[in-house]
């Protein structure tokens, strides 16, 4: 696997671990709320039914106070008592319509509407009774065991709900210490259990990452630095058969590294000898190319001279061709004059012709060679022969080719 699919898997652990715990913690959270709501309408409920409990002390109070003024005749007082004594009716009745509002257990809300007409009822006759001690004394007094009932049979169904209320808020309080005692335990066990699970995937990509540098990344790094500055004479140390890392890579370049410099340096060494020898080239190399400048001087003379041997040819070539035309001429008159000896030659052929017919006519004759008779024919040949020929043979033979000039032979120079 590769090192940042491992990172990448170990920030995907610790998120999923974080979520978990938040989930966990925001379920805690919902539950404490909830258990607080519950624990804040049981204190409310507990805080409302207790001041209910005061106001109907407060109006028993009123109701004998008012009695004891109006007993002497304390008229004012009894106004003051009959006030209060509607102020804490009032009051008594207001806490019990709060307590109704408020959401609690369906039992509760039972016991609190069955209060409400009993707390009615004793509100309205000590009410009652304070107004009768202003006017009527022995008429109060009359009222008063009524009163008392009342005081009693409320304080039992009161009790009953003050009870209730208690034990609703005992109950919810407890509801509330156990979830919060759960959130935490859940709380701890998924912090525990995402702790391990970060430590043991860091310790996995800590070995994974250790196993592809070989070391420790800051001696990785050291060891790659004074390589790079050029220190060939570091030792890296591989662990074990460690064959894979980047330390051992990096003791492979080394080695490969201190080999090239050696074949380099024997290069070098090649490479000044190879130099050496070819300054020794270079020199012998001046000293020919200065021989052949020498040469080349030489031979420019000599292309001059030849330059102006080129001349002279070309002026004989002139010539030459002046007794080409010449030639020319010549042997286009000698090709007339061959033409006429061929027609001169197929006289001769004719006139041998006549010859052999001569002596074909002499040897049927029977020519007799010691008779100069029989020679006087042949002589007659002859001549015939020499008039024919002789006169034709000088004239061709002065425009034979022969007779051409032949050019002056040039002196070398």
């Given amino acids: 696997m590769k090192t940042r699919h491992l990172l990448l898997s170990l920030g995907l652990l610790g998120v999923g671990l974080t979520a978990t715990v938040g989930t966990v913690g925001w379920w805690g959270l919902q539950a404490l709320g909830a258990s607080m709501d519950e624990t804040v309408v049981a204190t409310q409920a507990t805080q409302e039914i207790t001041l209910g409990d005061m106001m109907h002390d407060a109006l028993r109070g009123d109701v004998f106070q008012a009695l004891m003024h109006a007993q002497v005749g304390a008229h004012d007082e009894v106004k003051v008592e009959h006030k209060e004594a509607q102020a804490h009716g009032e009051g008594f009745l207001g806490r019990i319509h709060e307590l109704q509002k408020l959401p609690l257990p369906e039992d509760l809300q039972q016991g609190v509407k069955r209060l409400e007409p009993t707390v009615a009822r004793y509100v309205s006759k000590g009410q009652e009774i304070t107004a009768l001690a202003l006017t009527d004394h022995a008429a109060a007094y009359r009222q008063l065991p009524d009163f008392v009932a009342l005081f009693e049979q409320l304080e039992k169904e009161q009790d009953v709900v003050i009870e209730g209320i208690e034990a609703f808020a005992k109950a919810r309080d407890a509801q509330g210490n156990q979830q919060r005692i759960r959130t935490q335990n859940w709380m701890l066990a998924c912090t525990l259990i995402g702790a391990l699970g970060l430590l043991t995937a860091a310790l996995g990509v ?112 002139v010539q030459a061709n002046q007794l080409a035309r010449g030639a020319s001429d010549v042997a286009g008159q000698g090709g007339a004059v061959v033409a006429q000896l061929v027609h001169t030659m197929q006289d001769i052929h004719k006139a041998s012709q006549r010859i052999a017919d001569i002596i074909g006519v002499s040897t049927a004759s029977h020519f007799r060679p010691t008779s100069w008779r029989s020679m006087l024919p042949l002589r007659r040949l002859e001549q015939a022969i020499k008039a024919a020929v002789l006169p034709w043979w000088p004239v061709k033979c002065a425009h034979w080719p022969s007779a051409v000039p032949r050019p002056r032979a040039r002196s070398k120079p």
């Fill in 206 to 317: 800590t070995r994974q990452l250790m196993g592809i540098l070989g070391d420790e990344p800051a001696k990785v790094r050291e060891l790659l630095q004074r390589v790079a500055a050029g220190d060939l004479s570091v030792d890296a140390r591989i662990q074990g058969r460690d064959s894979n890392s980047v330390l051992a890579s990096v003791a492979h370049m080394i080695k490969q590294l201190r080999s090239t410099v050696h074949e380099v340096r024997h290069n070098a060494d090649s490479v000044a000898t190879a130099s050496a020898e070819v300054s020794s080239g270079s020199a012998d190399l001046a000293t020919r190319t200065q021989d052949q400048a020498t040469a080349l001087e030489r031979s420019v003379a000599a292309l001059q001279q030849l330059s102006g041997t080129v001349g002279q040819n070309a002026d004989s070539a």
